[in-house]
């Protein structure tokens, strides 16, 4: 969320970085801060109409659990957008994974010799290699063979959709083993122990947290205002502009007290979810893909222009080939997540779960035309519309309406994107 704009003038101009003005600034990066606004209003709107049971710890995890699967997928998704193509295979691929995964452990019955597949470890190890395989094949198909991105995923859609009922015969199958559900359903341990707070008893009964959860939240923010002032502090040494200090300080309270605020919840539940953590761990990862590694900038090269791209020695068929293999690996993954959850696998998993997370890309500031996009916005993206669909589920509004106004405001966070490009045009 900050200005990327480049140093010009004089050598000793460039020495010293101005910052921009606090009203400045905001206007600069408002389809950023304006997502983060938007999803803390959103919050505070059904907080208020479901008479405050969305704050519920309960609920807040539910919400997590419930829309892991689509984060995971959105942060391979994003990387596909950006790259300027589509895929329409990743719920249909999800689906036929978690299928296998099912066959793998309960559903076939190996040898004795052959007994060691049906291990969570190697049964979920298989998936994820089967999962980066179908998206190679399909990047392949893509990359090299110039078919649009759109007809390869598109029958990637209906040829998985159709697998997944062939392997599970038109049948649920489950439950899984117990080690394969804390993928979805575990929580991780209180190595420290719980902590009880009196003060903050509710309803004559005393509040006890996770206390492992709270000092990972209080880390995790402490190392996050770490690498923020250091970022700052380079961006300033090599003579960018920046954010006024008093913005940057606001931005950075607003963020620590939300992190905090949603730690204490969960820790006075049943503390992190393992799949909080597993988001978390591919979050910080694709963020430093994004921002620090060759691989991402290609990425970033390859939807602004292709072709200029190509001339610059970027290898757009290779680039294209690894981006379509990392979401088959996250579609894999959020497959066997979205099993777990289920404690089985079903004909109709994954049926559009695609558009869930196109939605959540385009809505946390993706370009349709490719370039642009981020991390943190795909991440907001998707909790939107897990906060929407949690809220109004809570309200009793009919799914039909649910549809409708995902879609409204699907058109908005679009013509939002539009009118912002045209106005810094």
């Not at 579609?331 to 997370?357: C, F, H, W």
């Not at 649910?402 to 409204?408: A, F, P, R, S, Y």
């Amino acid at each position: 969320m900050t200005v990327q704009t480049a140093p010009t003038g004089t050598p000793a101009d460039q020495a010293k970085p101005k910052e921009l003005s606090f009203f400045g600034a905001l206007q600069a990066n408002m389809r950023d801060y304006g997502l983060l606004l938007a999803l803390i209003l959103i919050m505070l709107f059904f907080q208020y109409f479901t008479n405050g049971v969305l704050f519920k710890p309960v609920n807040l995890t539910n919400i997590i659990l419930q829309n892991s699967y689509i984060i995971v997928m959105a942060l391979g998704m994003l990387l596909v957008i950006v790259a300027g193509h589509i895929d329409l295979s990743v719920g249909s691929v999800s689906g036929f994974v978690g299928a296998l995964a099912a066959m793998l452990m309960v559903g076939w019955k190996f040898p004795p010799e052959l007994a060691f597949l049906a291990n969570p470890i190697v049964a979920g190890a298989i998936c994820l290699i089967v999962g980066a395989a179908i998206g190679a094949a399909q990047g392949y198909i893509i990359a090299y063979h110039r078919v649009p991105a759109f007809i390869v995923t598109l029958a990637g859609m209906l040829i998985f959709k159709g697998l997944s009922l062939a392997i599970l015969a038109g049948k649920s199958v489950g439950p899984f083993p117990a080690e394969f559900q804390l993928l979805s359903a575990g929580f991780i341990p209180d190595l420290i122990g719980p902590t009880t707070m009196p003060w903050l008893a509710e309803n004559g009964q005393n509040v006890t947290l996770h206390t492992t959860t709270m000092v990972i939240a209080i880390l995790a923010v402490v190392a996050a205002v770490f690498f923020s002032i250091r970022t700052r502090a380079r961006r300033r040494s090599r003579g960018y502009d920046v954010e006024p200090f008093s913005l940057f300080v606001v931005k950075n309270l607003v963020t620590a007290a939300l992190v905090i605020f949603f730690a204490y919840m969960l820790a006075s539940y049943r503390g992190l979810p393992n799949v909080l953590v597993v988001m978390g761990v591919l979050i910080a990862g694709f963020v430093f893909l994004t921002k620090r590694l060759t691989f991402g900038r290609r990425i970033y090269a390859l939807g602004g222009n292709l072709k200029a791209a190509a001339l610059s020695g970027v290898k757009t068929e290779r680039t294209t080939f690894y981006i379509f293999a990392i979401m088959g690996a996250l579609a894999a993954l959020a497959g066997m997540i979205y099993a777990a959850r289920l404690n089985s696998a079903t004909p109709k998993a994954g049926q559009g779960l695609e558009l869930d997370v196109i939605a959540a890309v385009f809505i946390g500031g993706a370009s349709a035309l490719g370039g642009v996009g981020q991390v943190a916005g795909a991440v907001i993206g998707a909790f939107i519309m897990g906060v929407m669909n949690n809220g109004m589920s809570i309200m009793g509004v009919n799914i039909d309406w649910q549809q409708m106004i995902k879609g409204v405001v699907l058109l908005a966070a679009v013509f939002f994107d539009l009118y912002n490009k045209n106005r810094s045009a």
